[in-house]
């Protein structure tokens, strides 16, 4: 039993040197190997001494030159480190040397800026002038119109023209045709489609239905109107108290208020209303001074 013990301890002894051997050997190749290699990383930055004082004990002064002239030119160079802007505070010694011509060119951007809304004044004035001319030409050229009594501006009487119909002038006829029912207010007359005998004021003129009808005389168009027994109608104003009234029309072409010529066409000749449809289809023609009817056939040539 001794004898394997101390067997086992040997053995143990051994393996623990060896061990150990191996380790140091393992430790002092690699101390070795970066021994070697940092050896070749300061070979760069090895400073020759020697050199440096074989050098400087022959031309100190030129080596002083030369590197005062280097830091110098270094200086000069580097624009991260030199700003010429740049000012102590409190220092009345240091200028900045481009302040004059920053302190000009805003004397010139402020004179600029001056002369700009000079300018842009002007052309305001001048602008507002021209628009004071111009409204005030509108009032001159509006200034001869006249109001009627509900404020709506009429035409300018120089626009208008003179209705002068007198008893002396005459008419044309609005449409050819032969008279079916003549003016009769002295005594009554025969409508057949009524069956009864009635005054009438007017002529009724035997017509095509879609021909055109002309204006008898010049006048102005003081009524468009819908009437149950003539139909579509106008009536225009012809001076001195005449006035003239067309009857049975459609397409009319004027309006309430226009001036109308000697033989301008004002409507087409609708069909017949029903108070017409024996007669068939007509014109319905009635001249009136004052108010009061007069036989259309004393003015027509």
């Known amino acids: 039993m001794r004898r394997n013990r101390r067997n086992g301890l040997a053995k143990e002894r051994f393996l623990m040197v060896a061990s150990a051997v191996l380790v140091l050997g393992s430790l002092t190749a690699t101390g070795l190997w970066l021994g070697r290699d940092g050896k070749n990383k300061d070979e760069g930055y090895v400073v020759d001494l020697s050199a440096i004082e074989n050098s400087s004990a022959g031309g ?3 080596n002083e030159g030369t590197l005062a002239e280097s830091v110098r030119n270094e200086i000069s160079t580097n ?9 102590e505070t409190n220092s009345q010694k240091v200028e900045n040397p481009d302040e004059s011509d920053s302190e ?13 809304e000079a300018k842009e004044a002007g052309e305001k004035s001048s602008a507002g002038e021209s628009a004071e001319v111009q409204s005030g030409e509108n009032k001159e050229e509006e200034q001869p119109a006249e109001e009627t009594g509900e404020g709506t501006p009429a035409l300018s009487t120089a626009m208008q023209p003179a209705l002068t119909f007198s008893d002396s002038d005459t008419l044309i006829w609005p ?10 207010m002295d005594k009554t007359v025969y409508f057949p489609t009524l069956q009864q005998y009635k ?7 035997q017509a095509n239905q879609g021909d055109l009808i002309t204006a008898a005389s010049a006048g102005k168009v003081i009524s ?8 579509n109608g106008v009536t225009m104003e012809l001076g001195g108290g005449y006035e ?12 309430e208020g226009s001036y109308v010529a000697t033989g301008d066409v004002i409507a087409e000749v609708a069909a017949p209303t029903k108070y017409f449809s024996v007669e068939g289809t007509n ?9 009061e009817p007069v036989n259309p056939m004393t003015k027509l040539s």
């Open 283 to 291: 014109v319905y023609f009635k001249l009136t001074k004052d108010g």
């Open 104 to 116: 000009s060119m805003s004397e010139g951007a402020e004179s600029e800026s001056e002369t700009k």
């Open 60 to 62: 100190a002064g030129e």
């Open 199 to 205: 005054y009438n004021p007017a002529i009724i003129i």
């Open 175 to 184: 449409v050819v045709g032969n008279i079916l029912v003549n003016y009769s």
């Open 244 to 255: 003239v009234t067309y009857g049975q029309l459609t397409n009319i072409l004027v309006s």
């Open 79 to 87: 624009d991260l480190d030199y700003d010429p802007y740049f000012q």
């Open 224 to 231: 468009v109107f819908s009437d149950p027994q003539i139909g």
